[in-house]
């Protein structure tokens, strides 16, 4: 999240070449994961990208916000990670902090990891919407809520390291960053507890929603109800891959593991690799998109093959 990029810069410094060294095993292991990773998930990301855009049946305000969200994903995999790889090179095969590289990336992780969590509060609140009002939903996000929405998402990252330096320097700047980790989790949680009370409160009711209701909006309220559960799982796989880079990084008397260790560039790692995920999620459980997947997909095929061979194909066709 956010350090203070004084602290960070002078913990790079004071760093011995032994202490930015990598055992060659290790190295090249996070090296290939985290290439394996850029790679993977800038494909993955840009499927997301391609198939919300192209798709006339994926352009609703949840699947924009997914739209940014995968952007927020692709400077993790397009550009951070080729940035930790070097780093990884560097300590591993010559013993060298990358100190300006490290830099970068610290700045570039940190606006990615805000983004991120500010979209999933922005997601949870849509999702909250959708099941909870699913008559004013439409009506709420068509107006102003998408707009303001992507806003707060991509403002929140660059508010924060501004704030850094605005505050004053006595201030623990660290824990700015916490706060708004915090905050955004707070709604995260608050939005998904009212959806579970209302998902409650509806089976309950079941009977009674079923003779008052039309088969129409029944439908319409099951495939939200199941876009809420498959984001609420992009919102587990993000805690899970980021919370121990976190509790790390805000353990400052006592630290579980050292700082630019081997478990600590494994966590750094983890935490990447949720960027590359997302999409398997969205395929695993939207069948919507698995459709456009594959269409994208059979398009990229035929547009590699020889035109002399797709002419034999269509010929023994």
Sequence with gaps: ????????????FNLSSKHCSLPLAHGVALITVNSIVGVFGTLGNLLVCV???????????????LLSLAIADLIVT??????????????TFVNDCATDLELAYRILSMLSCSASVAHMAAISVDRFIAVVYP?????????????AMLITCWAYPITVPILSFVI??????????????AASYVT???????????????????????????RDTSQSRRVEIRVAFTLAIVIIV????????????????????????????????????NSAINFLV????????????????????????PKCSRTRIYNFT
Aim: hydrophobic content about 45%; charged content about 15%; some cysteine.
């Design 51 to 65: 198939a919300v855009i192209t798709n006339p049946y994926l352009r609703r305000s949840s699947n924009y916000l």
């Design 168 to 181: 004053p320097k006595n201030f623990p700047q660290g824990y700015l960053g916490l706060a708004m980790f």
């Design 78 to 91: 397009m550009v951070c990670e080729p940035l930790v790889v070097a780093i990884f090179g560097m300590r």
């Design 1 to 12: 999240m956010n350090y203070s990029l004084e602290n960070t810069s002078n913990e790079t």
């Design 188 to 214: 995260i949680f608050l939005c998904y507890s009212v959806i579970v009370i209302s998902l409650v409160k509806h089976r309950k009711q079941g009977n009674q929603f079923r003779i008052r209701s039309s």
């Design 135 to 147: 008559l004013r939903h439409r009506r709420i996000m068509d107006n102003c809520g998408l707009k």
């Design 238 to 273: 993000f805690t899970v891959c980021w919370f121990p880079l976190i509790a790390i990084m805000f353990a400052t008397r006592k630290p579980l593991v050292k700082r630019h260790g081997v478990a600590y560039m494994w966590m750094r790692t983890l935490a990447l690799s």
């Design 282 to 305: 969205y395929g695993s459980r939207m069948q919507i998109f698995r459709e456009a997947f594959f269409v994208i997909g059979n398009k990229i095929v035929v547009s590699m093959t």
